[in-house]
């Protein structure tokens, strides 16, 4: 198994995208790349910590390839928008890869760079990609929010079913 770290926008809802990809062993909100040990989620929304809420993702690379994962992370939000996703906005709703080891760095730099150059966005990607710090699990509550809740978010499933099809 190998680990992922994304962060695009609200956890709730990327952590529903990626536990629906077929080989994600599991899909964990938490909160990466601040200033503060085990931040709490008030900290981190009030801008205190500068951590971005992210979900780390644990998958079967025989089943699905990281570099997919990279290919579905940009296609299920606006990688051109700093700092907010939908009605969301601070630096806790930034768009982050953060990478685990130079492969996982060069993938998501060249599917960057791809996406960047396709045309598909009318202003440059914004994405920040950087080696992984400590994750930090969120609290209970935010583990598999839609789940238990209900609800949806800035997040393209249309994106997932595409992928689904082919």
């Known amino acids: 198994m190998e680990k992922a770290l994304f962060g695009a926008g609200c956890f709730w809802g990327v952590e ?7 080989g994600v062993i ?16 008030k900290q981190v929304c009030n801008d205190e910590t500068y951590h971005a ?3 780390e993702v644990t998958f079967d690379p025989a089943k699905v390839s990281y570099a997919t994962l990279v290919e ?5 939000h606006n990688p051109t928008q700093k ?6 906005f601070g630096t806790q709703y930034r768009s982050v890869i953060f990478t685990h080891g130079a492969e996982q760095a060069r993938v998501a730099e060249e599917i960057r760079a791809r996406v960047d150059a396709s045309g598909k966005w009318n202003k440059p990607v914004v994405t920040q990609i950087e ?3 400590t994750f930090w ?8 929010y839609f789940q238990k809740h ?17």
Not at 83 to 88: A, E, T, V, Y
Request: glycine share 10%; net charge negative; charged share 25%.
């Open 26 to 41: 599991e899909a964990v909100s938490g909160y990466a790349g601040g200033t503060t040990e085990n931040p709490t989620y």
């Open 16 to 22: 529903d995208f990626f536990r629906q990809v077929p």
């Open 83 to 88: 700092n907010r996703q939908g009605p969301d």
């Open 131 to 133: 080696p992984a710090p």
């Open 150 to 166: 209900g609800g949806h978010c800035h997040v393209s499933y249309a994106e997932l079913a595409e992928e689904d099809a082919r």
């Open 72 to 76: 579905l992370f940009f296609r299920m």
């Open 53 to 55: 809420e992210v979900v």
């Open 137 to 144: 699990k969120a609290e209970d509550y935010h583990q598999r």
